[in-house]
């Protein structure tokens, strides 16, 4: 009898697992806005405790990203587990904001460790007529979990007495079932050699799909500066603009943008990955522009409209340039290509909100955000340009010799 669950409930369980660590990652939002009100630390030490995730995430993105090329899919995914299980026990007893940026910076290296095994294991797992489902579905488990994670955390800070306790508690029991079910999960890649060297920080690139990668590079920042806008400052925003303290609107308001994403990841993935790259940029540049409306004008269901339309351009774009990239992408190659195409994407995720947590107490909420808000809509109109004139390219035939040019 075999000891492994059958293939299709492996592809529906590795998704589900997944999923959750990035709904563990969207669980701090609402309540790092609580905590800020409870122990009086700093709007930029708010948004360094958000973003710490994400270098924690690329630090494991660029010295492990490769490795369950060489050592297997499952080690890594449960070794990824057992990480996100500490940081989840450290969040749930943390006495002081030191203790939750440590517990992010764990919970960041658990994720950037689960990110390329997971994303290659689900491609390898799942059934031949879900190939194409594969990618996009890492994409919604991504965007989907951030965005419940926000909501329900949001929900509990709103009605429960102890949403730190709860929230907690319920994800220590769900990874700790998910170390069980990846543990009967079969192994998916063979072993390679050259583990050790794997090690080694670097962005594993095959020549020939970087030229797409880069012109892929201004829609990928536009596109993850959109949902950390929502999930890093939204809280302070809807507090100091909106006068709005409640944890289910803060909850409500980082959950739009994510679950539009992952909902929209899924209808752009039956359309070309370049029309969807397209569309979804556009979308981007006109939610970025009508949320700077809504806050300018404080005005809230605007926020919220602009939140869900570029939610929607986020799924398209990130979908789409996975689409773009995966057809092109050796088995071997897979978690090393899946760490760069992360790295980009977290450093986008990161990088920004910092910067503009640093710079609200100097500059103003509004002006910070306005810059943010511009450099989103620059990156996605430049983004936008490149990707129509590949479009043009690769839709332009090639002249066929005629026998007079022979």
């Known amino acids: 009898m075999s000891r492994t669950v059958p293939p299709k409930t492996a592809f529906a369980g590795v998704a589900a697992v997944f999923a959750a660590f990035f709904l563990a990652a ?88 689960a990110t390329s095994a997971f994303s290659a294991a689900l491609a390898e797992h799942a059934p031949a007529h879900l190939k194409k489902l594969a990618g996009g579905l890492a994409g919604a488990s991504m965007a989907g979990g951030l965005g419940i994670g926000a909501l329900l955390t949001g929900a509990a800070v709103q009605f429960t007495p102890d949403a730190n306790t709860l929230i907690f508690s319920v994800l220590a029991g769900v990874m700790v079932l998910a170390i069980v079910f990846v543990s009967f999960t079969a192994e998916t890649a063979a072993k390679r050699p050259g583990a050790l060297r794997s090690l080694s920080p670097r962005i594993d690139l095959p020549h020939h799909i970087r030229g797409e990668f880069l012109a892929g590079v201004p829609i990928h920042i536009a596109g993850w500066m959109f949902p950390a806008l929502f999930l890093g400052l939204s809280p302070a925003v809807l507090r100091l603009q909106f006068g709005l303290d409640g944890g289910l609107v803060a909850g409500f308001t980082a959950f739009l943008g994510p679950f539009a994403a992952a909902v929209s990841g899924f209808a752009f993935s039956r359309h070309p990955a370049r029309r969807s790259t397209i569309v979804g940029a556009s979308l981007i540049l006109a939610g970025m522009s009508v949320v700077l409306l809504g806050v300018t004008q404080t005005w809230l269901p605007a926020v919220w409209i602009g939140a869900a339309l570029g939610g929607v351009g986020f799924g398209g774009t990130f979908g789409g340039q996975l689409r773009l990239l995966a057809p092109h992408i050796q088995p071997h190659q897979r978690a090393g290509v ?41 990156l996605a109109a430049l983004g936008l340009v490149i990707q129509a004139k590949l479009l043009r390219r690769n839709a332009t035939p090639t002249p066929v010799a005629s026998r007079l040019d022979v």
């Not at 270098?55 to 057992?82: E, K, N, Q, T, W």
């Not at 107490?361 to 002006?367: D, E, I, M, S, Y």
């Open 26 to 113: 969207g669980a701090p939002t609402p309540l790092l806005a609580l905590r800020q009100q409870e122990w009086g630390f700093s709007a930029g030490l708010l948004t360094v405790a958000f973003s710490v995730y994400a270098f924690g995430l690329l630090v494991a993105l660029l010295v492990g990203g490769s490795l369950p090329d060489h050592i297997g899919r499952r080690p890594v995914m449960l070794a990824a587990l057992y990480g996100e299980l500490v940081s989840i026990i450290a969040f749930l007893i943390a006495p002081t904001i030191t203790w939750v940026i440590l517990a992010r910076a764990i919970q960041g290296l658990a994720t950037g460790l």
């Open 338 to 378: 899946f760490s760069g195409i992360y790295t980009a994407a977290y450093l986008s995720f990161g990088v920004p909100v910092i910067i503009a947590g640093q710079l609200a107490p100097r500059w103003g909420l509004v002006p910070t955000l306005q810059s943010y808000a511009t450099s989103v809509i620059a």
